[in-house]
């Protein structure tokens, strides 16, 4: 059998294929996912009740119930019941029904952090605005939005970095990420087999990447500081 | 504002509703899987990357007993092939919501298995063997001697079945190759997996230099699924009859003549 030395690039090339993958899941998910949630935070708080319920009631379920779940009826349902497959078998139509269950779920966590950012601003600066003759759109674009961020990003930093690793839970409907990619090589692939050191070695791509978002969601925070 | 945004919301969830239903009209109503298949012009092959059945070439190509006798299939129904990697434990639902067309990887015809789809004539014998360290090999040299080793086993597998059928302590892990990093690591005393992974994945020369098979626990065999109902079955057996010759040329290929069931 090969050695290790053998083995790296192979594996490397591997992983970095799946990485990619993992990237791309992650950077799609949060361009859907946070204009999403403010579209969501807003029907949560609506004064217009029917919508208030059925944007509270699919939060809910979406927060209430495994992602893993909700990536196998996404991707199956069209399928088995509809007897429409919409994704197809391929990767791509994979990668996609990924997407949007991730882009969903995580628009629904985001929603209720925007949510407390939105409810925490005091009263007083609505009826201030109000007094000043601004609109409320006025008010919530020049006041409160600003105040807003600067009050989600911990929390927002937060699900953000959870998420680099969530993106592992879309192997479920065979997105081939790059946990996927190391655990190939354990059941044999492209002559290695049942080498152990891949799966362990995507930690560190994950420990990496989580590094760097540590690094520059700290650096925003602190840009963000002159807002008091 | 307020109130634009409500109604704003209020449309992209009707929409979403109505696009949700518009998709109940089935596209292939009437039509059997065979025409189905012709019809799109591709045979969508859901595979797992299990040499020397379903593997990669270093140009990213599918190769493998399974794979090449697929192409060959593929070509008699004049359809183009394309192997889609699956997780092993979804097969029927990629089946059933077709998203896949056929599941031809190595797979043992079991009760599940044959229960939830339509499965061709066994093409393959396999077995399922005891995965033991070499050091402890000559003390478990048949299913009786086993009785009071741990085993791990992946889950849903025929090695599963084959363990629990025998009393064996089991646990089950994700897959084979799971199963033998159990042994190796030492957290449990013995695995069952099938005959052709053993003889590709223990032993001098590979990463399980240290560990060995030795009792045999049952003969199974190999075969096709399709969706339950399929005329794609008869199809395929029909095929393995006809090209017998071609077949027995890619065994030879990948050194498993030995193994193969003759096609009457």
Known sequence: ?228 | MKKLIAVVIALTMLLCFAACSKNNAPADEGKTDLEYVKDKGVLVVGITDFEPMDYQDKNGEWIGFDADVAKLFAESLGVKVEFVEIDWDNKIMELDGKTIDCIWNGMTLTDEVTAAASCSNPYFNNKQVVIVPAKNADSYKTAADCKELNFAVEAGSAGEAVANDNGFKVISVKDQASALMEVKSGTADAAVIDLLMAMAMTGEGTSYADLTYTAGLNDEKYGVAFRTGSDLVDSLNAFFVSNYADIEKVAETYGLTDALIEQK
Not at chain 1, 20 to 42: C, D, E, H, N, R
Not at chain 1, 103 to 117: L, P, Q
Not at chain 1, 160 to 185: M, N, Y
């Open chain 1, 1 to 228: 059998m090969t050695t290790f030395s053998e083995q790296f690039p192979i594996v490397f090339q591997a992983l970095n294929v799946g990485f990619l993958q993992t990237l791309k899941l992650f950077f799609v998910t949060l361009i859907g996912a946070l204009p999403l949630g403010l579209i969501i935070s807003f029907g949560s708080m609506t004064k217009f009740k029917p919508v208030q319920w059925l944007t509270r009631f699919v939060v809910w379920v979406v927060r209430g119930t495994p992602l893993m779940i909700q990536l196998l009826i996404i991707y199956y349902f069209p399928g088995l019941v509809l007897h429409n497959p919409v994704w197809g078998g391929g990767e791509d139509g994979r990668f996609f029904a990924a997407c949007v269950a991730f882009v969903f779920n995580y628009a629904c966590y985001f929603s209720e952090i925007y949510r407390g950012g939105i409810q925490s601003i005091p009263k007083g600066q609505d009826e201030a605005g109000l007094v000043l003759g601004m609109t409320r759109g006025q008010i919530f674009f020049r006041v409160k939005l600003l105040q807003m961020i600067k009050r989600i990003v911990p929390p927002i930093s937060n699900e953000v970095i959870t998420l680099v690793k969530d993106t592992s839970l879309a192997r479920i409907i065979a997105l081939q990420e790059i946990i996927w990619a190391g655990q190939a090589f354990l059941k044999g692939s492209q002559g290695i087999s049942g080498a152990i050191w891949p799966l362990f070695f995507t930690a560190v791509y994950y420990l990496a990447f989580t590094g760097v978002l540590t690094v520059l969601l700290g650096k925003l925070e602190k840009r963000l500081e002159f807002f008091r």
